[in-house]
Structures are given as C-alpha cells and as structure tokens.
C-alpha cells in the first residue's frame, strides 16, 4: 500500500512556463531522446527526465540555461537527486574515463596496473 503526504506538491511555476517546456523540448532533442548516463530510449511517455545539472536553488540564473541541462532516465534522475541531496559527487564525476582496453585513465584509481598506486 502507497502512503501519501498530507502536503500537496507544490511545483515550482517554472516548470509550468511556456519557456521551460520549449526548453525542455530542445534539450530532449539535442540528446536524441536518450539518457545522457545509460543511453536509454526516453521516448515513451513518461520515461524522459531533463535534469538541472546545477540546482535551480543553488543557481535560479541557470535555470533556462540549455547548457545547464541533460536528459536522464528515471533512475538516473532519482539517483541523481539522491546524489544532489547527499552533497555526493554523480558517476560522471568520479569517472575520468578508461583506454581502450577498458583501464582507467587515473593512475590512482583502484584497478590501474599499479606502478603509480601503492599497495
């Protein structure tokens, strides 16, 4: 059984305008519909996210910024607000990216050939 708030949501007025809805629009567009993390299809109804990077709290200029902007599933957009709250850094973050072989770029990172990690 669901439990619910005695509170209403309030929504934020900005996500109701005319200019964020457009936005929205082309933000979904410029990432091809797909989650900026998992590349999934966020076509469906529903299925897509557009996500603040930087909070509209912390940066209310930011707010109809197209580059503040990304598209996210639904669990990367709930991860993603877990991770707001947190203060923890997101997995784009913490990854620096790996070579083609699949190794990390990081010479500190856990999985490097360990010349550089001390053991």
């Not at 305008?17 to 936005?23: G, H, Q, R």
């Not at 410029?30 to 529903?46: F, P």
């Not at 639904?74 to 990854?95: A, I, M, N, Y």
Request: hydrophobic fraction near 30%; aromatic fraction near 6%.
């Amino acid at each position: 059984m669901l439990t619910r708030s005695r509170y209403p949501k309030v929504t934020n007025p900005l996500y109701l305008s005319k200019e964020w809805k457009a936005l929205r629009q082309l933000a979904l567009r410029r990432d091809g519909y797909r989650c900026v993390i998992c590349t999934a299809d966020v076509s469906g109804v529903g299925a897509a996210r557009v996500d603040h990077i930087k909070p509209v709290s912390t940066h209310p200029h930011l707010a109809l910024d197209l580059d503040n902007l990304r598209t996210l599933c639904v669990l990367h957009d709930q991860q993603s607000h877990r991770e707001k709250r947190s203060g923890s850094p997101t997995r784009q973050q913490r990854f620096a990216g790996c070579d083609v072989s699949g190794m990390p770029l990081d010479p500190s990172h856990s999985w490097s050939n360990g010349d550089s990690v001390k053991k």
